[in-house]
């Protein structure tokens, strides 16, 4: 995947080139492409914002040197063949990012992030963008870290870029439940002990075990992904024997 990131900010994303991620790049899975759209600003002194019309607090981005950066980019990757892609814009207005947003943007071959800072960005700039996301409902002096965000949490669902191919679809939320309690050696580590059922070899009863507690966890933690409609009857069975044990402990 392609990943061009427009951000007025680009060493912020020099951590991205480390661990997992970095190693990505390496074998050139991901290759990241940042850059500083203030080199494209035609002011003498390359501001690239400025007073808002009508009044108002603060400043805001204008949309020449974006789109400038933004042209010169899809030249380059028009040469190359890269197709367009999504264009990606951080904004606190934006649809909520989400596990099934990550699934859906890592199936496209070219993601542009762009990303704001000061009061926000001329209307005009959104000439280009294919989408607006948000991470959350706060605000943040930049889009360069719910970028980085979002780009950690898309990466890692692309083929060959997380060491075990199984990873991905058994995280939280990709299931649509938390995932179940994990443990490794020692099995009994200062009188905490390890299910037994986990060490029984038997890897039916494990998987019921897994299934059981995934949706222990997330009854308990966050009720609201629990959707009855969508559950297996094996599920459906599994929750209601959690919730009996739950209220019984009450």
């Not at 989408?131 to 950690?152: C, H, K, N, R, V």
């Not at 938390?178 to 494990?206: C, Q, W």
Request: glycine share 6%; net charge neutral.
């Amino acid at each position: 995947m392609k990943i061009d990131i427009l951000s007025l900010f680009p060493h912020m994303f020099d951590p991205m080139k480390e661990s997992i991620l970095g190693k990505a790049i390496e074998k050139n899975i991901i290759d990241l492409n940042i850059v500083d759209f203030r080199k494209y600003s035609v002011d003498k002194h390359h501001n690239v914002d400025d007073y808002i019309f009508g009044g108002g607090a603060g400043m805001l981005l204008q949309p020449q040197p974006i789109l400038d950066a933004y042209q010169e980019i899809q030249n380059q990757n028009e040469q190359s063949n890269i197709p367009k892609g999504k264009v990606i814009l951080m904004d606190p207005a934006g649809k909520k990012f989400n596990q099934h947003s990550a699934e859906k943007l890592s199936k496209e071959k070219h993601l542009t992030f762009i990303c704001g800072h000061y009061e926000g960005y001329d209307e005009r700039i959104k000439s280009i963008v294919t989408d607006e996301y948000s991470i959350g409902d706060f605000i943040l002096t930049g889009g360069e870290l719910p970028a980085m965000t979002m780009i950690d949490s898309i990466s890692r669902m692309i083929p060959r870029v997380l060491g075990n191919k199984h990873s991905a679809p058994s995280d939280s939320f990709s299931s649509g439940l938390l995932e179940a309690p994990e443990y490794t050696r020692p099995a009994n580590f200062r009188g905490m002990r390890v299910p037994p059922v986990l060490l029984s070899g038997d890897h039916k009863k494990i998987k019921l075990w897994r299934q059981k507690e995934a949706l222990r966890k997330t009854y308990l933690r966050r009720p609201d992904l629990i959707h009855r409609d969508q559950l297996s009857d094996t599920q459906k069975k599994l929750f209601l024997d959690v919730r009996i044990e739950e209220d019984q402990n009450r």
